[in-house]
């Protein structure tokens, strides 16, 4: 699906991965529906949209909120008209902590956000795809999902959740003019850790400064260019593609590899 003049929403558009998505789909000539949890940090993606002679329109809500979500699809109408594609982009990490340590609470905030938010905005939304000419929905998994990183066990479930729901989906949608991707992001320059509220040692701190990340606009042209060519399966970064063969290969050693690289944020 070409997003030139294509109304797509993107969550988490106020920052980090969601910002570039916003940015890069409206050089190309998409309108974005922009939803995040803060208002300040969607005003300035706006403005840099504008910057470019692009349109965004502002959403702030919680994608957890259910009520919120539902209603979603009708005020994105009533601003910009009919969406034709969703980039399910918003998501959150855990505190870098073992599962022994990891409280439920924090537990049940990763699959509510990295989960449940995306199933219940393509439930809101897809009804309204299946009746547009065309449309897509790309959902960001994570490297996470394949190969498991330690400290970081149930985000890895969450996103591992987000991979077979959007095989599934993909699967049921095949019938229909409504694309499908799932994308799978290796280490990427963006402000997780900040925005998931990480108090604890996290992937963005100093110590994982030795980690190579791809850089956040070079991933967003990547899951642009996926939209536009109705790729099924994308890695971005050379980390999440070896992984992605390792880990089919040899599990076990590809494991291995991820403990060693990671177990100093472990404390």
């Given at each position: ?64 909120d259910a009520a919120a979500v539902t209603a979603l699809p009708a ?193």
């Open positions: 699906m070409k997003v030139n003049g294509k109304v797509i929403v993107v969550t988490g558009a106020g920052s980090g991965m969601g910002r570039e998505l916003a940015l890069e789909l409206s050089r190309r000539g998409a309108v974005i529906a922009g939803v995040d949890m803060r208002k300040e940090s969607l005003d300035e993606t706006t403005a840099l949209v504008a910057k470019h002679g692009g349109k965004m329109a502002e959403f702030a809500l919680d994608i957890t005020a994105v109408e009533k601003k910009l008209g009919k969406a034709d594609g969703l980039v399910n982009n918003a998501g959150i990490i855990q505190p870098f902590v073992k599962i022994n340590e990891l409280d439920m609470a924090d537990a049940e905030r990763v699959m509510n956000v990295n989960f449940y938010g995306p199933l219940r905005l393509i439930k809101a939304f897809l009804p309204v795809l299946l009746t547009r000419p065309e449309g897509h929905i790309l959902n960001v998994s994570s490297m996470g999902a394949y190969a498991p990183v330690p400290g970081q066990s149930v985000y890895g479930a969450s996103k591992a959740a987000i991979k077979l729901l959007t095989e599934g989906l993909r699967s049921e949608l095949l019938d229909t003019k409504v694309g499908v991707t799932v994308v799978f992001p290796g280490a990427t320059a963006t402000n997780i850790a900040a925005n998931s509220g990480m108090t604890t040692m996290t992937a963005d701190s100093a110590d994982a400064g030795k980690f190579k990340q791809t850089p956040a606009d070079v991933a967003a042209r990547m899951m642009v260019d996926a939209i536009e060519k109705n790729i099924p399966r994308v890695t971005t970064g050379q980390d999440a593609t070896m992984m992605d063969i390792m880990s089919r290969l040899n599990p076990v050693w590809a494991a291995g590899v991820i403990y060693k690289q990671m177990k100093s944020l472990l404390g």
